[in-house]
């Protein structure tokens, strides 16, 4: 497996808790778009990268601030440069309120078959407190022009943990949500990042956070109901009705290769080593790179096989799933659970290891406390 990641920093409004790589801004200028295909241009020829891709992924900020034409410029630019196959998955993520029925349209003819809304919330008072830039109406409204348009495959994202959030409003929001027969769920739990104005609410007294025995009954409540309504839960935060798992993100899980592009993005190929590429993350820099015909590279990181092997587990073990241990035994000639003898036997003292022949993986309590799961590993 093989995908592309496409960033897209831009938003209507910057939202209270977001500490994403993203601008304030009505429109993608078409600056950002012509850098992007030069980009892609310049990738292309290089050749070092997978022979065919089996994801696109646009990202942001608000992908939908796109125009229909942008957004076919960008796919076409792709499907010239790289071997995408015809049956690849094709998203973007879409905040209500930036949508039209003619975008979603014009989006579904650029080839884009699966899209991931961002709701958060189904209360508008929550979702104005956390700055969100739509109601619940306008999210109903994205998701119908989408089906109109013919958007079988949507995910929709949640949060719980918000301040104020009681447990029967994300339980309202979880119950709405599957009501509305989505085929994907990515439920998150609040971060308070640093240099938010969020960060500043709580630390100036005008905002609390939950306490946490009150976010981990929401996690809790959250997985029960979401498998109760069908839907998998396949990684700790996204749940999926059978056959709609997020190939993409699947990609990023099992450590699969996947070319980034645009300002922050992140790629990762095997180039006799693992390596990885970090993008600049300012928009001059990331233009003006592009301009002199240079990649807009930030860093590039060649990972030892010890490294690699980490992350391998680290990603893996997001997944219910876990590592697959024949698919690691193939790329690293050793067997998960004997490359690390000692994280093993601190996880199965605590009753956190679930192994098979085929997997192995964490179990409910483990994917809880997936960090101190994962510092066995670092030891
Ligand atoms: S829409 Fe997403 S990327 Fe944009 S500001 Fe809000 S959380 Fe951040």
């Known amino acids: 497996m093989a995908g592309i990641y496409v960033h897209i920093p831009f938003c209507l409004r910057k939202c209270a808790y977001c500490d994403f790589v993203s601008f304030a801004c009505g429109s993608v200028p078409e600056a950002y778009v012509d850098a992007l295909l030069t980009e892609i241009k310049l990738v292309s020829r290089g050749g070092d990268y997978p022979a065919a891709f089996d994801t696109v992924f646009f990202g942001g900020g608000?992908?939908?601030?796109?125009?229909?034409?942008?957004?076919?410029?960008?796919?076409?630019?792709?499907?010239?440069?790289?071997?995408?196959?015809a049956d690849a998955e094709r998203s973007m993520e879409c905040n209500p309120g930036t949508t039209t029925p003619e975008k979603l349209a014009a989006y579904r003819a650029a080839g884009i078959d699966r899209l991931s809304i961002g709701l958060q919330s189904t209360h508008d008072g929550l979702l104005n407190s956390i700055g969100r830039i739509h109601t619940f109406d306008q999210f109903l409204d994205t998701l119908q022009s989408a089906r109109n348009a013919g958007f079988t495959n949507i995910n929709v994202d949640l949060m719980h943990g918000l301040p104020t959030q009681t447990l029967k409003q994300y339980q309202d929001s979880l119950k709405t949500v599957c009501d509305l027969g989505v085929q994907h769920v990515s439920a998150y739990s609040l971060i308070l990042e640093e240099e938010t104005p969020l960060y500043e609410r709580v630390h100036g007294g005008e905002a609390a956070l939950l306490e946490e025995e009150l976010v981990a009954d929401m996690q809790d409540a959250g997985i029960e109901l979401l498998e109760a309504r069908g839907y998998h839960r396949y990684e700790i935060s996204n749940f999926a009705q059978k056959g709609f798992a997020c190939r993409h993100?699947?990609?990023?899980?099992?450590?699969?290769?996947?070319?980034?592009?645009?300002?922050?993005?992140?790629?990762?190929v095997r180039q006799g080593r693992w390596t990885r590429f970090a993008n600049v993350a300012t928009l001059e820099e990331y233009e003006r790179l592009l301009h002199r015909g240079k990649r807009p590279l930030a860093e590039t990181l060649r990972l030892t096989p010890r490294d690699e092997m980490f992350e391998c587990v680290m990603l893996g073990l997001r997944l219910t799933q876990g590592v697959d241990r024949a698919a690691f035994l193939a790329r690293f000639g050793l067997d998960v659970v004997e490359a690390y003898p000692d994280a093993m036997d601190r996880l199965r003292a605590r009753g956190w290891a679930l192994e098979s022949d085929v997997y192995f993986a964490l179990t409910r309590k483990g994917l809880d406390l997936q960090n101190e799961a994962l510092g066995f590993f670092m030891r």
């Open 62 to 85: 608000t992908p939908s601030l796109l125009s229909g034409e942008q957004m076919q410029r960008i796919m076409k630019s792709l499907e010239t440069q790289f071997d995408i196959r």
């Open 249 to 268: 993100n699947l990609n990023y899980w099992h450590n699969g290769e996947y070319l980034g592009f645009g300002i922050a993005a992140h790629a990762a």
